[in-house]
């Protein structure tokens, strides 16, 4: 088994910065890729960013390309996802994710097999 534990989350202006951290337990982290998804009010759990075992690649949905940065300590068994010019629309709870299966980074949630609580990121106008 496996827990994941999201923090960073908060309320923020357009144009400002959060730095969301996701620390896992349990199993073995550096064998697996890692995910970060949100939902928002009313919308289905959407992809926003992954990267695999090793760090050595990435994949991001285009809404967040150029803005958001996955990133992964293996040693902390932590991932973090950095978050810049933020805009009104990426309000959402955000989620980080594990897969045990060998998926094209990318994927979409039915693919991730644990789950943290979620952290809330609220950007005002």
């Known amino acids: 088994q496996v827990q994941l534990v999201e923090s960073g989350g908060g309320l923020v202006q357009a144009g400002g910065s959060l730095r969301l951290s996701c620390a896992a337990s349990?199993?073995?982290?550096?064998?697996?890729?890692m995910g970060w998804f949100r939902q928002a009010p009313g919308k289905e759990r959407e992809f926003v960013a992954a990267i695999n075992w090793s760090g050595g690649t990435t994949s991001y949905a285009d809404s967040v390309k150029g803005r958001f940065t996955i990133s992964r300590d293996n040693a902390k068994k932590t991932v973090y996802l950095q978050m810049n010019s933020l805009k009104p629309e990426d309000t959402a709870v955000y989620y980080c994710a594990l897969t045990p299966r060998p998926v094209r980074l990318g994927s979409g949630p039915r693919y991730y097999d644990y789950w943290g609580q979620g952290t809330q990121v609220t950007v005002s106008s």
């Open positions: 349990g199993r073995t982290f550096s064998n697996y890729n």
